[in-house]
């Protein structure tokens, strides 16, 4: 499947649905739960009803990415197996949602009855702020204090997924925020899944120019749809502000979901 044929500008969006899956990614499960719950508001708001499968495991992408096909296939059946309805599937991540949309087909090339199935369930695959301005064509007041942000969007969101758009239109639609430009916005921030626990010292290096850029743009705190991303950034910057003896984190982060739910709902920040 070519790249050009899952991006935003060559999708047909449905109108928005009853149901809906959530796919709450391993992060979200393990680190930010908050991301996952805020999504869920976020949708419920809507009028649309959210099934949350326990049974979901990962999307496969750490195996796939490290060369290891047959336990990526095996990870990705358990989905195939799992959302059964067709409903679509909200992915709070645009690296896992990439990793279900645009690979999935190709682990079960091999099997066309399995490969069918994985197309089929790939064309349901919706990162969540895709899902939230082309489906639900979100819009909802600013509740919040006037602030100062900056997007950073993943590798995978940004080049498979073209999420970086739709998140900065959500940003963009906040009237009280503004949203401001690091330098090299398209560069990685060096987390990569496995490659940051493969590579630490470069993944350090290249953390550390991301933080740099994003402080430099005079940005508040930092807001991403991609855990793996936040957490990596966020977490470099409070190593440097534990050496420095800040007691204050110098660049809070926060997942898109929490972003807009807080400054949508009476949470308002």
Same mark, same amino acid.
């Given at each position: ?70 336990? #990526? *296939? !095996?990870? +990705? %059946? ?12 909200? =992915?709070?991540?645009? &690296? ?19 490969? #069918? *199935? !994985?197309? +089929? %369930? ?12 082309? =489906?639900?064509?979100? &819009? ?38 503004? =949203? ?42 930092? =807001? ?46």
């Amino acid at each position: 499947m070519p790249a050009e044929s899952i991006t935003p500008s060559a999708r047909r969006y449905p109108p928005k649905p009853a149901d809906v899956y959530l796919f709450s990614t391993c992060l979200i499960d393990q680190f930010t739960p908050q991301a996952g719950l805020d999504t869920v508001r976020l949708l419920e708001r809507e009028g649309i009803t959210v099934h949350f499968l326990e049974q979901q495991t990962c999307c496969g992408q750490p195996a796939h990415s490290s060369g290891f096909p047959e336990e #990526a *296939r !095996a990870v +990705a %059946l358990q989905q195939l197996n799992l959302f059964t309805e067709s409903w679509p599937i909200v =992915v709070p991540s645009g &690296s896992c949602g990439g990793m279900m949309r645009l690979h999935y087909p190709h682990l079960f090339a091999a099997d066309p009855v399995l490969q #069918a *199935r !994985a197309t +089929a %369930l790939a064309e349901r695959v919706y990162e969540l702020s895709e899902f939230l301005v082309h =489906v639900v064509n979100f &819009s909802h007041e600013d509740l919040g204090n006037l602030c100062t942000v900056a997007l950073h969007t993943s590798c995978h969101a940004r080049r498979e997924m073209g999420s970086h758009e739709t998140s900065a239109a959500l940003l963009d639609s906040l009237t009280r925020v503004n =949203v401001v430009q690091q330098a090299r916005v398209e560069e990685c921030c060096g987390f990569g899944g496995t490659f940051a626990m493969r590579y630490p010292d470069i993944s350090e290096a290249i953390v550390t120019d991301k933080v740099a850029s994003i402080k430099g743009s005079g940005a508040e705190c930092v =807001v991403s749809a991609d855990c793996g991303c936040l957490l990596n950034i966020t977490g470099r910057s409070a190593k440097q502000d534990e050496i420095a003896g800040l007691k204050t984190a110098s660049l809070p982060g926060e997942h898109l979901a929490s972003f807009l739910w807080k400054r949508t709902s009476a949470q308002g920040t």
